[in-house]
T-cell receptor
């Protein structure tokens, strides 16, 4: 079945460091890919998405490129801030049928940024 | 604020009891999803409704049930509660083909 694999956390970085969180997926066809972020005590927020191969999603300085050849959607940010500390979830959604289909999530990666 | 409203935010109950979690989707969204988040299982998809009808079922226990009402709000019923049911339960909603937005969750503690 469909699945998402994320790198294990926690990832601990100093402020202004470069961030990469790896995400690979297994799915039939051409799913849409997402990154969600969960700040402490809050729900999940959509961070960015890409709906087809080679698309780049970006938001708030974060980027991820949909690589079909490597079935990957790695999250990157050039300079992290303390406020980026959160849990990041990679997810996929298969595209078929008339209604939005369920998201399948990875296990989440905790990012802790130290000042 | 995602526009998805969940109540209650926190709930403490005893084993064997039954609880109902409520979700109001974003205005105009027809799909409602329920997810369970626990430390050992991560984010698990439970069930999806679309315009009042069940559309997809995931890892939902037989002790759990859900429904979506004509006004599109949804309820997740959890019965014969066990300690292991303690978790954060998220509701999410979307339009027919749009992005999925999550509520802030209902934290259930079973003692």
């Amino acid at each position: 079945g469909d699945s998402v694999t994320q790198m294990e956390g926690p990832v601990t970085l100093s402020e202004e460091a470069f961030l990469t969180i790896n995400c690979t997926y297994t799915a039939t066809g051409y799913p849409s890919l997402f990154w969600y972020v969960q700040y402490p005590g809050e729900g999940l927020q959509l961070l960015l998405k890409a709906t087809k191969a080679d698309d780049k999603g970006s938001n708030k300085g974060f980027e991820a490129t949909y690589r079909k050849e490597t079935t990957s959607f790695h999250l990157e940010k050039g300079s992290v801030q303390v406020s980026d500390s959160a849990v990041y979830f990679c997810a996929l959604r298969r595209n078929y049928g008339g209604a939005t289909n369920k998201l399948i999530f990875g296990t989440g990666t905790l990012l802790a940024v130290q000042p | 604020d995602s526009g998805v409203t969940q109540t209650p935010k926190h709930l403490i109950t005893a084993t064997g009891q039954r609880v109902t979690l409520r979700c109001s989707p974003r205005s105009g969204d027809l799909s409602v999803y329920w997810y369970q988040q626990s430390l050992d299982q991560g984010l698990q998809f439970l069930i999806q409704y679309y315009n009042g009808e069940e559309r997809a079922k995931g890892n939902i226990l037989e002790r759990f049930s859900a429904q979506q009402f004509p006004d599109l709000h949804s309820e997740l019923n959890l019965s014969s509660l066990e300690l292991g049911d303690s978790a954060l339960y998220f509701c999410a909603s979307s339009t027919g083909t749009g992005d999925v937005f999550f509520g802030e969750g209902s934290r259930l503690t079973v003692l």
